[in-house]
């Protein structure tokens, strides 16, 4: 870092969290007319304000913020003495400089979580891609007799279940019969029967992102490599597709049309016959992930599957991303399954015949109207979750989705991943951007579930307010 004093040019050496001082607390766009002294008053000011900075926090030394900010040390100087003659900050000898409390600020009390040994109660978990209250469901049935069901058991799933589906899925769009339906326990399941059974180890994938935690954990065990799809404000671009497939000469690719985070939408219909044509003119496989169309398809009748365009696409959804994260029941349909997927399929894990049972009948019970009213909920919650973020965490920029339950922040930081281990600590999870990548990226993201009811979100917001305040302590106790 360079800082100008008395005109001469000064080399100081800065740590490298300086930059989450540049970039966090003077990084915003300010008044371009005042002067550089006034300017840094006003972001300090301001970084209280939004309670990026808070009580007690101690300021970088005035020659290294100097350097940080290439300005020369008087101007620090000289807003260090205004902020002290606010009140704002405290000088004290021989030890630094620090934020002063204000007595009248009404800011919530923050909970130091520094131990391993501190218990911050009950955990609330906004890293899950689907609901962990059933209160929601439709009313049905939950009774189960073994006796009525024990003669239909199959390696391909319960029949029963098995029809529910194929009816649910030709409601959607996808004519589908009972016997094209093999039941899994998840998503990920699928995605290991079609990577083993292609033998995809050999050859790289084409994964569209983000991907659910578990389904890129799958990618990054099976495949030799997988390039990453990142979608554009229209969601899965079909130039892209094509070109990732023509340098790649994947065996496998997976795409969803519906949630597309962090920074797409859900993918314009105009859109579907180029990626379908995409994946015709190519050897892989393509599995399209379905798990949240019934809740887009009625608030967009346009809204059909990329398979009943194309019987290339392997179909799959997880119930438990509508139902509930209990459900324990994943699905595939293909217009005709191959060999080496159905014996790959009889291999793997099937759910419980009352967990089968439940779902056949939840599904039958999820009239359009169900499902219309809880997309509406979840985005009654989204748009909660947003204004709250937005009101308590301001320096969070937050992504609105068009689709799903939940809402992607991009942090101020280098690694979001660092803040998401100290929000654990403070008793609020969330998923981390780079957990459903495979090639690193997403670093700065976070991905909070809207799914949960507002008082819980209220208090998953005040701890994660409580969160960002040791963690921007820690980071500024760094330089």
Not at 33 to 59: F, K, M, S
Not at 206 to 219: D, E, I, K, N
Not at 375 to 388: A, D, G, P, T
Not at 389 to 416: M, N, Y
Request: charged fraction near 20%; hydrophobic fraction near 45%; aromatic fraction near 6%.
């Amino acid at each position: 870092m360079v800082a100008e004093e008395d005109g001469q040019c000064h080399f100081y050496q800065v740590d490298q969290d300086a930059a989450w001082w540049t970039t966090l607390v003077f990084g915003a766009d300010g008044d371009t007319d005042l002067p550089r002294y006034l300017q840094i008053v006003a972001d300090i000011e301001h970084a209280i304000e939004t309670r990026t900075l808070t009580h007690g926090q101690r300021l970088p030394a005035e020659r290294t913020l100097a350097a940080a900010l290439c300005v020369s040390r008087g101007t620090v100087v000289r807003a260090f003495e205004i902020l002290a003659e606010r009140g704002t900050i405290e000088r004290i000898h021989g030890s630094g400089t620090f934020v002063r409390s204000n007595p009248f600020a009404a800011l919530p009390h923050v909970r130091h979580i520094d131990s391993a040994a501190d218990d911050p109660g009950d955990v609330i978990d906004l890293s899950q891609a689907a609901p962990s209250d059933p209160s929601h469901l439709p009313d049905i049935d939950w009774g189960f007799d073994p006796v009525d069901h024990s003669p239909g058991i199959t390696g391909r799933g319960l029949p029963m279940l098995q029809e529910a589906l194929a009816v649910h899925l030709t409601r959607l769009g996808l004519p589908t019969t009972a016997d094209q339906i093999i039941v899994t326990t998840s998503t990920a399941d699928v995605v290991d029967v079609v990577l083993r059974s292609n033998r995809a180890g050999k050859r790289p994938a084409v994964l569209g992102t983000p991907a659910w935690p578990a389904l890129r954990s799958v990618f990054s065990e099976h495949t030799a490599a997988s390039l990453c799809l990142y979608p554009d404000a229209g969601g899965v671009d079909p130039a892209a597709l094509r070109r990732a497939l023509r340098r790649t000469a994947a065996s496998v690719v997976l795409v969803d049309t519906v949630e597309a985070g962090p920074v797409g939408r859900a993918t314009a219909t105009s859109r579907f016959p180029r990626i379908a044509a995409a994946i015709e003119d190519h050897t892989a496989v393509a599995l399209e992930d379905l798990s949240f169309l019934a809740c887009e398809a009625v608030h967009n009748p346009q809204f059909r599957p990329l398979s009943a365009l194309s019987e290339r696409f392997t179909a799959m959804g997880d119930l438990g991303r509508v139902f509930w994260s209990g459900c324990g029941v994943g699905w595939l349909r293909e217009a005709a399954p191959a060999e080496s997927l159905l014996g790959a399929a009889l291999r793997i894990p099937r759910p419980a015949a009352s967990a089968q049972v439940h779902a056949a009948r939840l599904l039958v019970a999820a009239t359009p109207q169900w499902f219309a009213e809880r997309r509406e909920h979840l985005s009654e919650h989204v748009r909660y979750l947003i204004r709250r973020l937005g009101e308590v965490l301001p320096s969070w920029k937050i992504e609105s989705p068009t689709a799903g339950d939940g809402v992607w922040v991009r942090l101020p930081v280098i690694d979001a991943s660092t803040f998401a281990h100290v929000a654990a600590r403070s008793g609020i999870t969330v998923c981390s951007g780079q957990g459903c990548v495979t090639d690193g990226g997403l670093r700065e993201y976070i991905r909070i579930s809207a799914a949960a009811d507002k008082p819980t979100l209220e208090l998953a917001v005040d701890r994660l307010a409580e969160a960002w305040a040791i963690y921007t302590r820690r980071l500024a106790a760094s330089v």
